[in-house]
């Protein structure tokens, strides 16, 4: 298991903020028991050390017109490492990208790729992500419905309590 610097006030801010990163110092501070300001410097601190990356709003997709989900496994062509960092550049800056990991198993990269509809997904494989000269299989999975998404990151190993 990684080894982490956070304590029990800060694992309570890093969970109250996973819930609702809204929430105003006062009320953080309100919510896992300090004053403001102690609760405002383990906040930034959390920050500068990266262990907040970012604050967004999380869009429901369906109500932006984003509303096409696909799963994509992609096998390229060879592993040198240029030719595979030239395609992990090529897809991080592509829009339809929200996900892009490096696996193990039947693929090397697994994209996730939101679009308005299958039209707009047929124009980016065939326009962006077969164009790209390293890929040499794509296989498409289509999510016909979302159970869960985004969920906050489960937290409970870092409790030295469970064991």
Same mark, same amino acid.
């Given at each position: 298991?990684?080894?982490?610097?956070?304590?029990?006030?800060?694992?309570?801010?890093?969970?109250?903020?996973?819930?609702?990163g809204?929430?105003?110092?006062?009320?953080?501070?309100d919510?896992?028991?300090?004053?403001?300001?102690?609760?405002?410097?383990?906040?930034?601190?959390?920050?500068?050390?990266?262990?907040i990356?970012? *604050? &967004?709003?999380? @869009?429901?997709?369906?109500?932006?017109? +984003?509303?096409?989900?696909?799963? #994509?496994?992609?096998? !390229?062509?060879?592993?040198?490492?240029?030719?595979?960092?030239?395609?992990?550049?090529?897809?991080?800056?592509?829009?339809?990208?929200?996900?892009?990991?490096?696996?193990?198993?039947?693929?090397?990269?697994?994209?996730?790729?939101?679009?308005?509809?299958?039209?707009? *997904? &047929?124009?980016? @494989?065939?326009?962006?992500?077969?164009? +790209?000269?390293i890929?040499?299989? #794509?296989?498409?999975? !289509?999510?016909?419905?979302?159970?869960?998404?985004?969920?906050?990151?489960?937290?409970?190993?870092?409790?030295?309590?469970?064991?």
């Amino acid at each position: 298991m990684p080894k982490t610097d956070l304590d029990a006030i800060d694992r309570r801010i890093v969970a109250a903020l996973q819930a609702d990163g809204r929430l105003a110092n006062v009320d953080l501070a309100d919510r896992i028991g300090l004053s403001p300001s102690p609760c405002l410097r383990r906040v930034k601190r959390l920050e500068r050390e990266g262990y907040i990356e970012a *604050y &967004r709003a999380v @869009l429901r997709r369906d109500r932006v017109g +984003l509303g096409f989900s696909v799963f #994509v496994g992609v096998k !390229i062509d060879g592993h040198a490492n240029e030719r595979a960092l030239s395609f992990e550049k090529a897809v991080v800056v592509m829009p339809e990208v929200v996900a892009c990991h490096l696996v193990s198993g039947e693929s090397d990269y697994f994209l996730e790729i939101v679009v308005p509809d299958l039209d707009h *997904y &047929r124009r980016f @494989l065939v326009d962006k992500l077969l164009n +790209l000269p390293i890929v040499r299989e #794509v296989r498409s999975n !289509i999510a016909i419905q979302t159970l869960k998404a985004g969920a906050p990151l489960p937290l409970s190993h870092l409790d030295p309590r469970r064991g």
